[in-house]
């Protein structure tokens, strides 16, 4: 049987992270939208939208983060993953964070947050973009965690 764009409709859609090899910062979501899958890219939804604008207020360039999500494929309905699915893919999201090396993971989101700690590197906990856009004081305690990251995006790799 074949789906949307001649896709068999069983077929689940991976959509893998982005950026560059060194990023300093990476950012981690939950999983993909309708969107990120349709792009194959991360955060390109309406939650990537709201983050590019805020990346842009605050003069960080989303060229220089390695963005990515716990989860690589959409889960029905849109649903937070479930344990079973978080397991699946967290060694896929351990790998990325071994071979980007960043300084810092911001990790948006009570899934996010799942994320086993490497040593070396510096962990912010903040809420999933989709949380910031509907409630103005998670808005504001988001956009100051980029403030506080603008220092580091330029910051040279010792």
């Known amino acids: 049987m074949m789906g ?13 992270g982005e950026g560059p090899p060194n990023a300093r910062i990476m950012l981690v979501g939950q999983n993909p939208g309708k969107e990120e899958v349709r792009q194959g890219r991360p955060f390109v939804g309406r939650s990537g939208k709201y983050l590019d604008e805020v990346l842009k207020k605050h003069n960080i360039d989303r060229r220089k983060l390695y963005i990515t999500s716990i989860v690589k494929e959409t889960t029905p309905k849109n649903r937070p993953p479930t344990a079973a699915e978080i397991k699946r893919w967290m060694p896929r999201l351990l790998q990325e964070i071994s071979e980007i090396k960043p300084a810092t993971v911001l990790l948006m989101g009570r899934t996010a947050r799942q994320t086993p700690r490497l040593d070396g590197i510096r962990y912010i906990e903040t809420c ?31």
């Open 128 to 158: 999933h973009p989709s949380a910031a856009m509907r409630f103005p004081k998670l808005r504001k305690e988001f956009e100051k965690v980029f403030k506080d990251l603008r220092q580091e995006v330029d910051r040279p790799s010792c």
């Open 4 to 16: 949307q764009e001649g896709r068999p409709s069983d077929t689940r859609i991976i959509v893998p």
